[in-house]
């Protein structure tokens, strides 16, 4: 956010009554079915750019997002990345001389 823009802010939020729009919340007191903890990952710039815009287009924080990628890929199970040597020749093969069409 622009520094501007944060100034603005600043400025409406300190001269501005804005319970009103408070006046129909209430609490919630239920407690989470299970904690969440916190961890740090680094991450290339780059990357972590790429996850904001990603989050942005679908009008949801990049932590949100990294912790659905997350839990989708922990609740799957894992495949074995075992490939057979036959099974790589043929590629290597079929790629170095493609069929023709």
Known sequence: MHQKKIDQLRDYYDSTD???HFTDAEVRTEKASE??????IRLPQSLMNQ???QAAELGIPATTL??????ERAITPA????????????????QAHPLAS
Request: net charge neutral.
């Open 18 to 20: 804005v319970a009103e």
């Open 35 to 40: 904690v969440l903890v916190s961890t740090s």
């Open 51 to 53: 996850v904001r815009a």
């Open 66 to 71: 990294i912790r659905q990628w997350i839990t």
């Open 79 to 94: 495949t074995p990345a075992v490939v057979s040597v036959a099974d790589l020749q043929r590629f290597i093969a079929e």
